[in-house]
């Protein structure tokens, strides 16, 4: 029976050698410090926004401004100039498809699973909460795709980011598609958005404005048509603003306090996104017939720290928006460890 190294050992010829890195980037200390600058900038704007709103430097009616910014114009625009100006290549989309889908249907069985055990073993308890549940979920099934797309660059060379780039077009609006659900489901009734409430659970995934981000930029990525050049600059500047701002409303919410009092959930969270997602995306990529650098790359997707924009649905559609952002926080604290570990079992 092959172990762990055995089963991946047939990637490692085409990472190393698609790499425009020499090998020894794979090992210690090389890939320590290559995640350390790639999940530093998160961390230290959490830090930033978690310091400008205990401060007082800036009142609670200018994050709250902020958040329906970040939900309702930056971040769309960030997932459709994403997708719209994807250069997909000759890669294979069906197994890719297949995997993603595989994968985030494994993980979401597995928590939905752990969810109603919990309700029935520990009632009462806040990680057995409907909202609970939601950030839970997005932290398990959402990555941080611009730390794994920096981090792939270097890793995986041109190749790499070409299959980073379709697995991000086919993951983005599943994932936002089961959060949505997730949140429509469990989420606090009074924070859905009139459009999300009136035409029910379809009508809320086609009023989401980041699954209509999502849409978008397919349907314009798949006329193979240039995004126009005014229009093109105007979105990347809003695209660009939200990497900012988006990190900043995470660490404005933060309360370190939470962390201590909901760790059940935190951990959970972590435990299902760092470290179960990445073996049951392994295990989706053996079962769809992926293999080689597109299933190294998908597994290391998976096994990034959860998105940032997990927080604003939270926050938005009525889920736990304090839980989301320690959450995100801990991850991105934690994957400096596991990041390095998955990669050098890639490797």
Request: aromatic share 8%.
């Given at each position: 029976?092959?172990?762990?190294?055995?089963?991946?050992?047939?990637?490692?010829?085409?990472?190393?050698?698609?790499?425009?890195?020499?090998?020894?980037?794979f090992?210690?200390?090389?890939?320590?410090?290559?995640?350390?600058?790639?999940?530093?900038?998160?961390?230290?704007?959490?830090?930033?926004?978690?310091?400008?709103?205990?401060?007082?430097?800036?009142?609670d009616?200018?994050?709250?401004?902020?958040?329906?910014?970040?939900?309702?114009?930056?971040?769309?625009?960030?997932?459709?100039?994403?997708?719209?100006?994807?250069?997909?290549?000759?890669?294979?989309?069906?197994?890719?498809?297949?995997?993603?889908?595989?994968?985030?249907l494994?993980?979401?069985?597995?928590?939905?699973?752990?969810?109603?055990?919990?309700?029935?073993?520990?009632?009462?308890?806040?990680?057995?909460?409907?909202?609970?549940?939601?950030?839970?979920?997005?932290?398990?099934?959402?990555?941080?795709?611009?730390?794994?797309?920096?981090?792939?660059?270097?890793?995986?060379?041109?190749?790499?980011?070409?299959?980073?780039?379709?697995?991000?077009?086919?993951?983005?609006?599943?994932?936002?598609?089961?959060?949505?659900?997730?949140?429509?489901?469990?989420?606090?009734?009074?924070?859905?958005?009139?459009?999300?409430?009136?035409?029910?659970?379809?009508?809320?995934?086609?009023?989401?404005?980041?699954?209509?981000?999502?849409?978008?930029?397919?349907?314009?990525?798949?006329?193979?048509?240039?995004?126009?050049?005014?229009?093109?600059?105007?979105?990347r500047?809003?695209?660009?603003?939200?990497?900012?701002?988006?990190?900043?409303?995470?660490?404005a919410?933060?309360?370190?306090?939470?962390?201590?009092?909901?760790?059940?959930?935190?951990?959970?969270?972590?435990?299902?996104?760092?470290?179960?997602?990445?073996?049951?995306?392994?295990?989706?990529?053996?079962?769809?017939?992926?293999?080689?650098?597109?299933?190294?790359?998908l597994?290391?997707?998976?096994?990034?720290?959860?998105?940032t924009?997990?927080?604003?649905?939270?926050?938005?559609?009525?889920?736990?928006?304090?839980?989301?952002?320690?959450?995100?926080?801990?991850q991105?604290?934690?994957?400096?460890?596991?990041?390095?570990?998955?990669?050098?079992?890639?490797c």
């Amino acid at each position: 029976m092959e172990n762990g190294r055995g089963r991946v050992a047939r990637w490692e010829c085409s990472l190393c050698e698609e790499s425009s890195l020499p090998s020894s980037i794979f090992h210690p200390p090389g890939l320590p410090v290559l995640i350390f600058h790639a999940l530093l900038p998160v961390f230290l704007l959490i830090a930033l926004g978690h310091g400008l709103r205990r401060s007082g430097f800036l009142d609670d009616a200018f994050w709250v401004g902020l958040e329906r910014l970040n939900y309702w114009v930056l971040l769309p625009s960030l997932f459709f100039h994403t997708l719209a100006t994807a250069t997909l290549g000759d890669v294979p989309w069906g197994r890719v498809l297949l995997g993603a889908a595989a994968s985030l249907l494994g993980m979401t069985i597995l928590l939905w699973g752990g969810f109603k055990l919990l309700r029935t073993w520990w009632p009462g308890h806040m990680a057995g909460t409907g909202p609970a549940f939601t950030s839970v979920l997005q932290g398990g099934v959402r990555f941080n795709s611009f730390v794994g797309l920096a981090v792939t660059a270097t890793i995986f060379g041109r190749p790499g980011v070409i299959i980073a780039t379709l697995f991000i077009a086919v993951n983005v609006p599943l994932a936002n598609a089961v959060s949505v659900a997730a949140l429509h489901r469990h989420g606090r009734p009074e924070r859905h958005s009139t459009e999300a409430e009136g035409p029910g659970f379809l009508g809320a995934l086609a009023a989401n404005p980041l699954i209509l981000g999502c849409a978008l930029g397919l349907a314009w990525d798949a006329t193979s048509m240039a995004l126009p050049t005014g229009m093109e600059g105007e979105i990347r500047v809003l695209s660009q603003a939200y990497l900012a701002t988006g990190i900043l409303a995470v660490g404005a919410a933060l309360h370190p306090e939470a962390v201590h009092r909901q760790w059940l959930p935190i951990a959970l969270a972590t435990v299902a996104g760092l470290v179960a997602m990445p073996l049951i995306t392994w295990g989706a990529c053996r079962l769809v017939g992926l293999d080689g650098q597109p299933a190294a790359v998908l597994v290391f997707f998976q096994a990034l720290p959860t998105a940032t924009s997990s927080y604003i649905l939270a926050r938005q559609l009525g889920g736990d928006a304090p839980l989301m952002s320690a959450i995100i926080t801990v991850q991105t604290i934690v994957a400096f460890a596991t990041m390095p570990a998955v990669l050098a079992w890639l490797c």
